[in-house]
T-cell receptor
Framework: TQLLEQSPQFLSIQEGENLTVYCNSS?????LQWYRQEPGEGPVLLVT???GGEVKKLKRLTFQFGDARKDSSLHITAAQPGDTGLYLC???????????WGAGTKLIIKP | ETGVTQSPTHLIKTRGQQVTLRCSSQ?????VSWYQQALGQGPQFIFQ???????GRGNFPPRFSGLQFPNYSSELNVNALELDDSALYLC?????????????FGPGTRLTVL
């Protein structure tokens, strides 16, 4: 069974600080996606990483896929209150139609 | 907004009852996936429908069933509701089947089973 573990589960920091969220597995994934979900809404795709070692940037967000394609990280620079939300990672599983999801990191950025 | 709509927004049922949740996919999308998201957890894949046929299923019992219609909208039916079925039910549409395609999520239906 493929599993994705996210850490930390909860993070509350002040505006302007940096943070990193991790998504780890013992399994290899062909690609990995990061989503953000706000209360009362469905998850919204932020980025997909495909190649081992790949780094993608989305404004102040930096996403990295591990060389072995078993882990990924999301780094936010100078966090802002608008970054508040639930961050989820999801990997493309063996079945190729099913996404394997992490439990999420609840992020709160205080002004 | 993603263009994916779900109804109803909230629903309260009692144990043993049956429920039907509805999803309208984004225009041009022929694939709908359903997920269950318990409080504080990530979504769990229930099943996927592609062109009116079930394309794959997660680890959910047969009392979870679905339909996809010719206009690609979809229903999720749950029979004999249990307390643990309380969750946010999400549907997501995509251009075609396969988890590599970008999935666009609806806002979800919050189901409470008492």
């Amino acid at each position: 069974t493929q599993l994705l573990e996210q850490s930390p589960q909860f993070l509350s920091i002040q505006e302007g600080e940096n943070l990193t969220v991790y998504c780890n597995s013992s399994s290899v994934f062909s690609s990995l996606q990061w989503y953000r979900q706000e209360p009362g809404e469905g998850p919204v795709l932020l980025v997909t990483v495909v190649t081992g070692g790949e780094v993608k940037k989305l404004k102040r967000l930096t996403f990295q896929f591990g060389d072995a394609r078993k882990d990924s990280s999301l780094h936010i620079t100078a966090a802002q209150p608008g970054d508040t939300g639930l961050y989820l990672c999801a990997g493309v599983g063996d079945s190729n139609y099913q996404l394997i999801w992490g439990a999420g990191t609840k992020l709160i950025i205080k002004p | 907004e993603t263009g994916v709509t779900q109804s109803p927004t909230h629903l309260i049922k009692t144990r043993g009852q049956q429920v039907t949740l509805r999803c309208s996919s984004q225009s041009g999308h022929n694939t709908v996936s359903w997920y269950q998201q318990a409080l504080g957890q990530g979504p769990q894949f229930i099943f996927q429908y592609y062109r009116e046929e079930e394309n794959g299923r997660g680890n959910f019992p047969p009392r979870f069933s679905g339909l996809q219609f010719p206009n690609y909208s979809s229903e999720l039916n749950v029979n004999a509701l249990e307390l643990d079925d309380s969750a946010l039910y999400l549907c997501a549409s995509s251009v075609t089947r396969g988890s590599t395609d970008t999935q666009y999520f609806g806002p979800g239906t919050r189901l409470t089973v008492l």
